[in-house]
């Protein structure tokens, strides 16, 4: 078992991670091995480059909690092979059974291990409006799967959750009081995070990012994630972060690479714009400053573009 100092979860900074970085944990399907954060909270760290063949899809973090009376996994996985490696991982920490799933939205890395949780019959948690999400989408983003993931992708099916909630999930095990929220628009439809009083840690799924660029997607209003942040994320006071990619931090690493990153964004396209700018230059907008993130060069431009497009109907 394997333990991350408090020193390491408070200070971690952007130099952990890296495209580069081969595999942390050849002898599993998962990119690395699962680390207790605190005591009882433990996640595996996904890659932060794209999802590839050679990291299995497992690009975002895998979280779980040994209760006392139970474990509560965080996210099932973008495929049945990682849910069955997580679970292999779990069984080498407790002998207490899975007795609960939370789908952080509906991507695929949060749903499409679904299939695998369904099978040992554990209930499986997510928002109505990620739930959603993955039934719209759900075919294609198990055919993008199967692309990178070939012969890795044998055995997933799309699996919905079993229930789905609107504003909060709550449930008490254990030492711990764990609390499944939706506390806005954010990154994507159906975003929760998963907040631990009593522990002062925060599951934070894609509301936060620090050590590679976030993705702002077509349905990403950048504005409503800064009335998110500020309304309902930033009074959490986390201690602990874990957040949906990359490793445990704390809260003025994430707020430096999400919310601060989202205000220059908007800050550089307003000055565009008064300018006169059109989309095209907007995508070239100067974002120096965050070059050092990871999926920089894939996201920067693309960023740019989509919140110059929502700005100019803002």
């Not at 954060?37 to 979280?63: D, K, M, Q, R, W």
């Not at 075919?139 to 055995?155: F, H, S, T, V, W």
């Amino acid at each position: 078992m394997i333990r991350t100092t408090l020193v390491f979860v408070l200070f971690a900074g952007v130099a952990q991670a890296s495209e580069d970085i081969a595999d942390q944990y050849p002898q599993s399907p998962l990119y690395s091995k699962p680390v207790e954060v605190i005591p009882g909270v433990f996640s595996a760290i996904g890659a932060t480059a794209p999802p590839t063949y050679e990291n299995s899809g497992h690009n975002n973090n895998l979280s779980f909690i040994v209760t006392g009376e139970g474990v509560v996994v965080v996210n099932g996985g973008a495929a049945y092979v990682l849910a069955k490696a997580l679970h292999a991982e779990i069984r080498a920490v407790t002998d207490q059974p899975v007795t609960l799933v939370l789908n952080e939205n509906g991507q695929g890395h949060a749903m499409l291990g679904n299939g695998y949780w369904a099978e040992q019959g554990v209930p499986i948690i997510a928002h109505e409006d990620a739930a959603a999400e993955f039934e719209e989408y759900g075919p294609q983003i198990l055919d993008g799967m199967r692309r990178y993931n070939r012969d890795k992708a044998e055995g997933t099916v799309i699996t919905p959750p079993t229930q789905t909630f609107s504003d909060e999930y709550v449930v008490e095990m254990g030492d711990f009081r764990i609390e499944a929220r939706y506390l806005g628009p954010a990154h994507s439809p159906g975003d929760i995070s998963v907040w631990l009083p009593r522990q002062g840690l925060v599951i934070a799924g894609d509301m936060a990012f620090h050590e590679r660029m976030l993705p702002i997607f077509e349905d990403t209003i950048t504005a409503d994630w800064l009335e998110t942040w500020d309304a309902a994320f930033e009074p959490l006071n986390a201690t602990y972060v874990i957040p949906g990619h990359g490793h445990p931090t704390n809260m003025d690493q994430v707020r430096r690479y999400t919310r601060d990153y989202l205000v220059f964004l908007r800050a550089r396209i307003a000055e565009h714009m008064d300018a006169g700018g059109d989309l095209a230059d907007a995508y070239y907008v100067d974002q120096t400053p965050y070059a050092h993130l990871d999926t920089f060069e894939e996201l920067a431009t693309k960023n740019a573009g989509r919140v110059f497009e929502q700005m100019e109907f803002e």
